[in-house]
């Protein structure tokens, strides 16, 4: 049975979008603090790499039970699949970002400013790296590759299911061991050029795996939550108990691989004390307190309490509800990220901040749910599928 689009999630992801355009608007043209702009682009950076993040975690899913030939996640390969076919738009509202901040249009990156580079050796001793030329082509690197890698495992995954047989799916094995290797790099790289660089004076050897499991677990939580949508409008029916729990752990799992990256790089810039690295916690503490360590507990205590044994992670209900609360914690790690560099302590927050959010979240369900109609969500040749059907642990 394939998937079709009910009226009812049509009209709640066009909601979303109305509702969070609306309220974007209208904290936009309601804010009179003379930061409206700046707000509007770190916003739009936030919500556009939080997301694109998301969609990129379905790649590196694929690529990943490829690489490892993973039997049990096949019956829920369509939804990874699915997830990132939202990677091309997460990359067109990047590149806008990005191009607007080139033209000098927003004031998000300080090394972009050459008046600011002129008066500022750190930055000018960066320039090397921090230029507008290469970062643009860094940038196009990431993209293009990103996009190429998915088109070409949503083809083979498709042609598999007429042609079967193992060719293909060896193929994949190799594409996705190749794609690992440039994810390795540039997960890490992306993060410095497009979020770390917002804090040109500041950098961290642990930041790129910092970024990347923090995208790691918000994807997961996606998928986790669409399989949910799915087998509660009678779909995935192969979807056991068992697929269930593995998934769980890895929201259980990712979550410690998160809380330990954020606590090292916490600890060992806080401890050093060493005045162009401690800063950026200086400044997120004395501005950002509150939301800084609260961040933290919702993403590492709520997990390691409600999440460690066997029984909630089967829990279909207690799992929707940690996870959907995990997912916000994780948008707002990313906000942590982008507005203490961009707004500084001029940061409030309004109807924009929660509209621009809904309105992301609505476009990016209703690409997915598209994606989900445009082939079986079983695949029916796929070497390992009767291992995936028959999981149980």
Not at 102 to 109: D, E, I, R, T, V
Not at 162 to 186: E, W
Not at 264 to 269: R, S, Y
Not at 297 to 323: C, V, Y
Request: net charge neutral; hydrophobic share 55%.
């Amino acid at each position: 049975m394939e998937f079709t689009i009910s009226k009812r999630a049509k009209n709640f992801s066009y909601a979303l979008i109305g509702i969070g355009l609306a309220g974007t608007l209208i904290g936009f043209f309601m804010d009179h603090s003379g930061n409206s702009q700046q707000k509007l682009w770190s916003n739009l950076l936030v919500n556009g790499f939080f997301f694109f993040g998301v969609s990129l975690i379905g790649l590196f899913m694929v690529a990943l039970q490829y690489a490892t030939e993973s039997g049990w996640a096949v019956v829920t390969k369509r939804v990874y699949e699915a997830v990132m076919a939202y990677i091309p738009i997460g990359a067109l509202v990047l590149l806008i970002v990005f191009a607007a901040s080139s033209l000098h249009l927003n004031h998000l990156y300080h090394w972009m400013d050459p008046e600011a580079v002129a008066h500022d050796e750190i930055i000018a001793n960066k320039t090397a790296y921090l230029n507008i030329p290469f970062f643009w082509v860094r940038t196009l690197v990431y993209l293009a590759t990103f996009i190429l890698f998915a088109r070409a495992f949503r083809k083979r995954s498709l042609l598999e299911d007429q042609v079967g047989g193992t060719d293909i799916h060896f193929k994949n094995y190799r594409q996705g061991a190749l794609f690992l290797v440039f994810f390795a790099v540039f997960s890490s790289t992306m993060s410095w050029d497009w979020l770390m660089s917002i804090d040109t004076h500041w950098f961290s050897t642990l930041y790129g795996w910092y970024v990347f499991s923090g995208m790691w677990i918000s994807g997961i939580i996606m998928v986790l939550m669409l399989v949910f949508y799915l087998q509660g409008q009678g779909h995935l029916k192969a979807v056991n108990e068992s697929h269930i729990h593995d998934l769980g752990k890895w929201v259980f799992a990712i979550s410690f691989l998160w809380s330990y990256l954020w606590f090292f790089q916490f600890m060992l810039i806080w401890y050093s004390n060493i005045p162009e690295e401690v800063t950026y916690f200086q400044f997120r503490i004395e501005h950002y307190k509150t939301e800084f360590f609260l961040m933290f507990a919702i993403n590492f205590i709520l997990p390691m309490l409600l999440l460690m044994s066997r029984e909630s992670k089967r829990h279909r209900k207690l799992l929707t509800i940690i996870a959907m609360i995990i997912f916000f914690g994780h948008w707002y790690d990313t906000y942590l990220l982008v507005m203490p560099g961009t707004m500084f302590d001029h940061q409030h927050y309004g109807l924009l901040e929660l509209g621009m959010f809904l309105a992301f979240l609505g476009v990016f369900i209703m690409v997915v749910l598209r994606a989900l109609t445009k082939a079986p969500l079983m695949p029916v040749n796929h070497p390992y599928l009767e291992e995936s059907i028959h999981h149980h642990i």
